[in-house]
């Protein structure tokens, strides 16, 4: 029996989901290793005419799963993103399938889903994959653990592995022409017991300053008081073309809007410049900025995993750094 990499694809409001296309990326890569067919499952209703582009432009096989009909007629949200069908995969269908992998996005849905379900597969479960690594014809998966300061190498022994792959690291390229997959459709029944899905609210958050902008300076906890904040604003000033970004915890604390922040539930940038102000690195940061073309970290600890990414690399406190360079470009030009 022909085994299979099966992708879970994700959409948002009948539009496939960027993570969808690199979970294929990130499923060729294993494809040429395993010589495994690709198939991916795509949940929710209304999705045909997605489908078949998918189908078309990537050739691989496409399985629907719908609501059952009753189910779908009581239904009013026209292609949202269905994570009960999500959770309530046809695990018959999957084993038919005979899968080595079986891989999803680490999002919230796919983080959510990939541990029930490697139970129901009897499989091995590894999340947050940032790289594949291939030795002796065994493929293991690279993610980071502890705050990112240390990278974990899995090789997993079991028939099948759920994955779940962090988005922003495998590039997807231009599909090949390599004729058309098939799509069919499989009506599920979904358990609606334990909650109801209501319906997404969407983030107001205007992120087009971050994406112009040529310099990016970015502000981390390593800000300990919201003054120092000023610090960030100054350095930014420097640069025309420039703005403030910052991370996760700095926006939390509401100390910069959202629409500021840098990473896998923010903004992607790619500026020329990205000056990374007391941020450790953490893997949902980087995804978010890793495509800036010259990146300079400045943090305390020699240690950091920002300093994985950067160009160059500023072992320093940012509170005396930051004016001292300051003054020295004022004193120079
Ligand atoms: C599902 C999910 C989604 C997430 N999405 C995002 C996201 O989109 N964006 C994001 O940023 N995070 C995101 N996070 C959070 C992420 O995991 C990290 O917690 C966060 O990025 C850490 O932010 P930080 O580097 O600013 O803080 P910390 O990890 O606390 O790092 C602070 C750094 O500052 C350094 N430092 C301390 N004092 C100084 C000083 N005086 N001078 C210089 N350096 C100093 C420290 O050495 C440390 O490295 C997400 C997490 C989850 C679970």
Not at 113 to 131: F, K, V
Not at 157 to 180: D, Q
Not at 221 to 231: F, T
Not at 312 to 319: K, R
Request: net charge neutral; proline share 5%.
């Amino acid at each position: 029996m022909e085994s299979h990499i099966i992708i879970i694809g994700e959409h948002a409001e009948g539009h496939i989901a960027p993570v969808t296309f690199e979970l294929i990326a990130f499923a060729q890569m294993l494809q040429k290793e395993t010589h495994a067919g690709i198939h991916l499952l795509l949940a929710g209703h209304h999705l045909g005419d997605a489908a078949t582009r998918l189908a078309e432009t990537w050739g691989i096989d496409v399985t629907l799963l719908e609501p059952d009909k009753a189910e779908m007629a009581t239904r009013t949200g026209f292609a949202a993103p269905d994570d009960l069908i999500f959770k309530n995969l046809p695990i018959d269908l999957l084993d038919r399938l005979n899968p080595i992998y079986v891989c999803a996005g680490h999002t919230p849905n796919g983080a959510d889903a990939a541990p029930a379900l490697a139970i129901s597969l009897n499989a091995a479960c590894i999340t947050g994959i940032e790289r594949v690594a291939s030795r002796n014809n065994a493929l293991s998966f690279v993610r980071s653990v502890f705050n990112d300061k240390i990278t974990a190498t899995i090789l997993p022994t079991a028939k099948t592995t759920v994955l779940t792959m962090m988005p922003g690291n495998f590039k997807t390229e231009p599909p090949r022409h390599c004729g058309s997959g098939t799509v069919s459709v499989v009506n599920v029944s979904v358990d609606k017991k334990n909650y109801a899905f209501h319906g997404f609210k969407k983030n107001s958050a205007d992120t087009s300053a971050l994406e112009n902008a040529d310099v990016i300076v970015s502000a981390g906890n390593g800000i300990k008081k919201q003054e120092d904040l000023e610090h960030i604003y100054q350095l930014s000033r420097l640069f025309p073309k420039s703005a403030v970004a910052g991370s996760r915890p700095v926006c939390d604390k509401k100390w910069l809007k959202y629409s500021q922040q840098v990473g896998v539930t923010g903004a992607t940038v790619k500026s020329k410049l990205y000056i990374a102000c007391g941020i450790s690195g953490a893997s949902q940061h980087v995804a978010g900025m890793r495509d800036s073309r010259f990146i300079v970290a400045i943090n305390t600890d020699p240690h950091a995993a920002i300093f994985n990414s950067a160009d160059v690399c500023i072992i320093e406190d940012l509170t005396t750094f930051i004016p001292r360079l300051i003054s020295t470009y004022h004193e120079t030009f």
